[in-house]
């Protein structure tokens, strides 16, 4: 019957053993979802907060409690001696591969370098503003709102074994664009080669290597050359 409902043919089909028709399926591809990054298993290498400072461990055992996933992990600790703690999985993070922690300490070097550079900062600048944006991977991140273009800077006190690469001068010029500002970046340590290249054909970007005091008057270059009106 041409007046004959939708469900009343679904019912008439279903009596007569014939199955109600069904949309077709979507054949678009599927969107996965990213899978969540996995928990440390046996035998991983992870890092452990310890104090300020951060440990490498190795993940002995992994057992369920009432509040959720726990590991035992076996850290070295300065001195020489190992030592065994029992942790929730999600307090450890996982060890890049041939990755090193910060040595124990470093912070404190961090910080000490930081409050000097800042000092002279704030001294050749007249006191501006400079605030604080949180700390990159091992340095700290600055804005000082000058004209005509704010300032990004970044502190970086760098051990003789590691020196300034390529990447960190990305990390920063990746900031330095999303602010359409300019950059400078004050550290005592060295740079690698292929750091030098990118630097070269770099415009917004300064690297001054600041070593105590007395490297004020290259440090004072650099802010005159940024805060230049351009």
Known sequence: MEGESRQAREHNGRRSGQLPRR?????????????????????????????????RGVVESVYEAGSG?????????PGGHDETLALPA??????????????PGSWL???????????????????????????????????????????????????????ISAQDLEALLEQIRARSARGLLVTDGELTAAAKKLLERTGPLRVVQWRDPRDTEVLADALESLTASA
């Open 109 to 163: 070097l961090q910080l000490r370098y930081e409050r000097l550079v800042l000092a002279a900062l704030e001294r050749l600048l007249n006191n501006a503003d400079i605030e604080w944006q949180g700390r990159a991977d091992d340095g700290s991140d600055f804005l000082i709102n000058t004209r005509p273009h704010p300032l990004v800077v970044e502190i970086k006190a760098s051990p003789p074994s590691r020196k």
């Open 69 to 77: 996933r726990r590991v035992v992990v076996r850290v070295a600790l």
């Open 23 to 55: 949309p077709p399926k979507d054949r678009s591809p599927l969107v996965r979802r990213s899978m969540p990054a996995r928990g440390p298993l046996v035998g991983d290498q992870v890092l452990v907060a310890w104090g300020l400072d951060r440990l």
């Open 90 to 103: 999600d307090a450890v993070e996982l060890a890049e591969p041939g990755s090193e922690p910060a040595s």
